[in-house]
Structure formats: C-alpha cells, structure tokens
C-alpha cells in the first residue's frame, strides 16, 4: 500500500475528474503551443517529455503559459487558430494515460515583461521604434494596467492599457479557449491573478492607479478577471472547467522589493491575506472552478520561483487559509512535498500538489511516490541554473545569453528532459574498463551512466567519501535537497556496485591500468595569501570561526556564507570588487533577490567595489570608493572562486582538447558530439567538469552525459 493514499484520490475540476492530486505546473519553455517567439505547435518538440509524464502517473498537465500576443511581431494569436490544428492527436494520446490536460492562457508580462536596456534604446528613439515595430512592437509590449516601471530596468516605462485594449483581451481570452476546447484540451487556465503579471496589476493597489471602472474598489480592480471567465463560459459553454493561476499574497514590500518568510512586520502593498480571501471566495463566486495557488510577484519573485533559500512547502500555510473559504478545489504550488500535502489534503486544507521543477528533474516522481521508493528519486535542488536562467543586470536589465535561452525550460540534473531522443541509453558494442579520477559530483554520475550502458567504470577517490566539493557546497542548513541528491548520487554507485578506490590519490595516470582515463579532479580555491585566512571550502567543511567576519568575495558562495553566518547568529561583512554582488552568469533573478532581500533582512553590511588592505587579527582594514575603513574583524573567508586543477595535463594539452571538443560539438549538429581525448603513451585521457573549465553543476552533469553516451 502506498504511504501517501489520499495523494491517490481523484478530485474534480468542475466536471472534469483528475485522477489523483499531482498537478504538473506551467513553466517557461514547456509550452505546447509557442506564442512567445517562434508562433508555432511545438508538439512535436515536446512530446516525449509528457508522454513520459503522463505514463508516471501525472493527474493533471498545465503546459506553459501561451500569450494571446507574441513578443516578436506581436501577432494576436485569436486570429490563428491553424495553430491548434494538431493538438488533438497529442491530447488523445496523453488522455490514453488517464492524464488530463488544461491549457494556460496569459493576457502577457505587463511590468514583468523581461525586458533589457536594448528596449530601453529602442523605446527612446522615435526612428528606431518605428524601424524595429514590425519585429519589437514598444507599444504593444511596454503595457500595464496604470503607467508603470518595469521590474528589470526601472527606466522603462509601461504605457496604462485603454478600455479598448482591455474589451480585445476578454475577448481573445475567450476565443483561445474556445480553440483549447475543439482541440480536446480538457480545460483552460487563466493566466492570472499570479506573480504580479499583467492580469495580476489590475488587482494591486501599488499598480492601479486607474479611476476608471477597471481601478479603485476591489471589484473593480478584480474586473478584469471577472469578465474574462464569463467570457469563456459564455464562448465555450458553463460547464467547460477554468482554473485560474491564483497568488494568495503578494509579499510585496515596494517595486523590486520583496518580503523575506522571516520578516513578519512588513507592510504589504500588495494583496495581504485579508485581500486574499476575499479574493478566493470572489474568483469562485464569478464562475472559476480551481484555484491554482501560490504567493508572490515579480517584486517578490522568490515566491513564485522558490529557490533554495526558501523553505519547503513556503506556499503552503496560506493556500491553506484560504481553502475554508471556498468549495471549488485549491491547488498549491512552491517546493511542495508529497508529506506535507498528504497531511493537508487529509485534513481538508487542500485539494492538490502542483509540482513544476521536480518533474523536469525526475519523470516517474509520482511512480516512485506511490511506490514507496522516495529515496529513488532524484531531487530538485531549486537551482534555476537552467530551468530559469534569467539573471538581472543592475544596469542592464535582463542577462540572459542565446545558448541559455535556447535550453530554457531544461534541467540541469537531468539533461535527457526535452533532449529524450538525443539522449537513447543503449548498450555499449564493447564493454571497456574506465578509470575516473575522482569522485565528485562529475565523476559519480558519469560511472553511473557508463555503468547502466554495460561498461566497468572504477572510481579512484583521495578521500575517504565520495562527492567532493559538493560535500561543502551542501553543508549549510537550507541545502537540504543538495544533502539528498548527494545520497542520491552515492546510492546509485551503491545500487550498481561500481567499484570505488577510496584514499587513494592517482599522482601518475601512467599507474592505472585501464586504458581510458576520465580525470574528475575539480578545481582548487584561488589563494590571496592572506595569514590565517580561511578559504570558503574549509568553512563549509566545518573550520570554525569567530564571531566578526569578513567575507572576501561577494559572488554566489560567498554571500551564501554570509547567509549560513547570520543564521548562526554571527556579523558577517562582505566584499567586493565588482560595483554589485553576485554577478554570476545565469543565475536567476529570484535566487540573486531572495538573497539580497535575506542579507538586507540580517543587515549583513555590503562593500562592493571594494578592497581588502590589512588585517591585524582584530581589526580588518578595507579600501572603499568612500575611502578607507576599518571593522571589527576576528575572521577572514576568502571566496574569490577557482582554478581548474587537472591531473598531468599541459595548458597546451587542455587547450588543443578543447578545440577538437568545440569542432566535435559544432559538427554533432545538436545530437551527441564524438568526446575529444589527450593520447598519452597507451591511454586515452578525458577531461570533465572544472578540471577542463570551472562551471557548476549544469556544466559538469551535461558533459558528464555527452561523454558517457559516446563511449
């Protein structure tokens, strides 16, 4: 029998029956239809992932958002319902599964619209604007419900949409469900009273400022979503079920300003939780049949998009204050897991987990769950290395580079999610012998794979366990799920009996045996040879410190120390060179503001475009743009990142390796590109992860695949 039974219950939308409580979640770059860039059915990309979803016991499948308007050429997509022509076959076969499906509709990004300083020169010169219009439409695309900044880059202002404009979306909303339901889609989604987005503007005070019959009053502030859900009941018939994507509060403090969990005083200038339930009981009372919850907006991103900061279930608390308040089901979405909600749905609290992430990482999650195998599954770490990678540039607006924006939507523990045919286990032809030097995160998951094909993978370890620098990378207190993957990671190779050399250090790879050598070696810490400093890996493997402490680097590791610190009750202070801390490619932006808004929560001084001078063992000497200044200082971190370490290998070596291994990449033709290798003497060398170039657990997991698959 199952642990968690009343995950195994059906409930109802409306008339549709689901089958069980495990809602598969919208996110970006999961769409079926594409109605961002591309305008086109994108079934045929997509559909081994949710065939494979559907096959592991999914209830419910809410694909990604499709805009009713597209940001480039800014088609109105009422006006081409040729795109829905072949979604029927894929609904029928996801339907054979017993999985249902409802489409998400968005009115658009409003003040969220990711949006650069190329929008910015654009929207600024009347030439330009008019030249880019039939690509980049400003007057289309810069919208919200009152004029407005943007969330990116506050320069850019958001134009009020005119009654107008308003009347054509209820409309469009209407005529895309209408296409949704021909198409066999079960049910549509209203996108949304959620994270702040356009739809979402209307209902915020902060944001509407209108004087209209759309601002004011709660009901009018509220009309909008009023009128599109009885537009599409009117069109597609009362009974056809509409969810509605439901952010309970805001948790918003100001523009670009959220409220962290710990901060209980703050001022909501968003929906509070009054507002909430009242908002419920009126989504219902117009005509919506579920509640799709979470809270947040773009402001208070880290809500919506829970990071690793964040805690598990961080929604949970308020979908449930709210389900009282209503008879129509109640969703909850924001690092969910499958005992909290069993104990919720139990008690009547909830209806259904919604689940995104997890299920790019692990496909058969829900199989696993009902069989009682959760060890066996492989757990979101909340990274949005990939799945997310939209990164803010203070300055800039939006960082997000074409090579990232082309995997959006991806995993970065499970390449093979939207990569299904590219990454086919098969058999080796001739099982080998391989050697891996070293046992991190890289070297275990490339032994696994090389494993499961039929070869002998051995692993040479220098210490006395496996994983390496992520064994300090999860140390702290809220890397509870980096703890579990590292399980993960160590029950597999446990599972497979690869055989692991602990304590022995390869020194000569001319020693090993085995003809092929994957050398895993990682990377070694940047040394500023400051006396009696520690080095951020040291700390996280337990060194202790005092009470005052100065944190040299202010990227990615170490303002998570600085976080660790303050929960320990400690005084960290941080440093840095660069004009703005955690400056960190792809990193997105609810990870860096959840982090920033936890540090200005703590009050952990900043010094960014700063230097370290001196240090006495009291008193730490820092150079700033103010001049120099001197803080109490009883310990010194120094986090100024890595060098790649390779066993044996030349500069020259690595940089020849790597040329064949970009002219292999660019020959593969996006399918898996012949590894490149260093002859030496009678063995073949391959290099991975940051032994070759430092990364992070996108990169060394993503090569990791791409060799074991070809050898």
Not at 161 to 186: M, P, R, S, W
Not at 450 to 464: A, F, Q
Not at 577 to 605: F, R, T
Request: proline fraction near 4%.
């Amino acid at each position: 029998m199952t642990k968690y039974e009343s995950l195994f219950t059906p409930f109802s939308i409306g008339n549709c029956e689901i089958k069980n409580r495990f809602v598969l979640e919208p996110m970006e770059g999961t769409n079926i239809i594409d109605w961002l860039q591309e305008t086109k059915f994108r079934g045929n990309e997509v559909h081994d992932y949710y065939i494979e979803r559907a096959k592991n016991n999914i209830g419910l499948i809410i694909p990604g958002m499709i805009p009713l308007r597209s940001m480039l050429k800014a088609k109105w997509l009422p006006d081409h319902p040729e795109v829905f022509k072949d979604v029927k076959p894929l609904m029928d076969e996801i339907h054979s599964y017993g999985t249902k499906v409802f489409f998400q509709i968005g009115a658009g990004w409003g003040r969220a619209l990711t949006a650069n300083d190329m929008f910015q020169k654009i929207n600024g010169n009347k030439i330009l604007k008019n030249i880019c219009k039939p690509v980049l439409n400003m007057d289309k695309l810069l919208i919200s419900v009152s004029d407005n900044p943007n969330r990116w880059l506050d320069t850019i202002e958001h134009r009020a949409l005119t009654k107008e404009e308003i009347h054509e979306f209820v409309q469009g909303y209407a005529t895309v469900a209408k296409y949704c339901k021909d198409a066999g889609v079960d049910g549509v989604e209203v996108h949304a009273v959620h994270e702040g987005y356009l739809m979402d503007e209307f209902t915020t005070r902060y944001t509407n400022h209108r004087i209209d019959e759309y601002g004011g009053s709660f009901e009018n502030r509220y009309r909008f979503a009023k009128e599109v859900v009885e537009a599409i009941k009117e069109t597609c018939g009362k009974d056809y079920p509409v969810s509605i994507r439901f952010s309970v509060c805001s948790k918003t403090k100001g523009f670009q300003k959220g409220a962290v969990p710990q901060d209980h005083t703050y001022i909501e200038v968003g929906r509070d939780l009054e507002e909430g339930i009242k908002a419920a009981k009126y989504l219902e009372q117009v005509g919506y049949d579920m509640l799709n919850a979470d809270n947040g907006t773009y402001d208070a991103w880290y809500w919506s998009h829970p990071p690793v900061y964040m805690p598990l279930n961080c929604n949970l608390n308020e979908a449930m204050e709210i389900k009282p308040y209503v008879n129509i089901p109640v969703v909850c979405a924001g690092r969910m897991q499958a005992d909290a909600a069993d104990f919720a749905i139990r008690e009547g609290k909830l209806d259904g987990i919604g689940i995104g992430r997890q299920f790019l990482t692990d496909p058969e999650t829900v199989t696993k769950i009902y069989e009682n195998r959760e060890e066996d599954i492989l757990p979101c770490i909340s990274c949005h290395n990939v799945c997310l990678p939209v990164a803010l540039d203070a300055k800039k607006g939006v960082a997000l580079d074409m090579e990232s924006a082309a995997t959006q939507g991806h995993c970065a523990l499970n390449p093979v999610t939207f990569c299904e045919k590219k990454y086919q286990l098969k058999k080796a032809e001739q099982p080998e012998n391989i050697a891996i030097v070293g046992g991190g995160i890289g070297g275990m998951c490339v032994a696994i794979i090389l494993k499961k094909r039929g070869h002998n993978p051995v692993i040479y370890e220098k210490s006395n366990q496996l994983g390496g620098v992520f064994i300090a990378a999860s140390a702290p207190s809220f890397k509870e799920k980096d703890k579990q993957l590292l399980k993960w990671y160590t029950r597999q190779i446990q599972n497979l009996d690869i055989k692991v050399h602990f304590n022995t250090e390869i020194q000569d790879i001319q020693s090993l045996t085995e003809e092929k050598v994957i050398i895993c070696t990682g990377a070694k810490a940047k040394n500023l040879h400051i006396e009696q400093s520690i080095e951020a890996i040291d700390y996280l493997k337990g060194t202790e410190v005092g009470n005052n402490v100065l944190i040299i680097g202010g990227g990615l590791t170490g303002c998570e120390i600085a976080y660790d610190l303050a929960l320990k009750g400690k005084k960290p202070v941080i440093l840095e060179m660069q004009e703005d801390i955690l400056k960190v490619k792809n990193l997105c932006m609810a990870n860096s503001s959840c982090l920033k808004d936890l540090l200005d929560y703590y009050h952990v001084p900043v010094f960014v475009q700063s230097m370290f001078v001196s240090w006495d063992g009291k008193r730490a000497t820092i150079s700033t743009p103010e001049g120099d200044k001197i803080i109490l200082c009883d310990s010194i971190i120094t986090s100024c990142g890595y060098i790649s370490n390779p066993l044996q290998i030349t500069n020259e070596q690595k940089r020849m390796y790597n040329r064949q291994q970009k002219r292999n990449k660019n020959r593969a033709n996006h399918q898996l590109p012949e590894p490149a290798f260093i002859e030496m003497e009678n063995k073949k060398v391959y290099l991975l992860g940051d032994c070759n170039e430092v990364g992070n657990l996108k990169t060394v997991i993503w090569a990791a695949y791409d060799l074991a698959y070809k050898l």
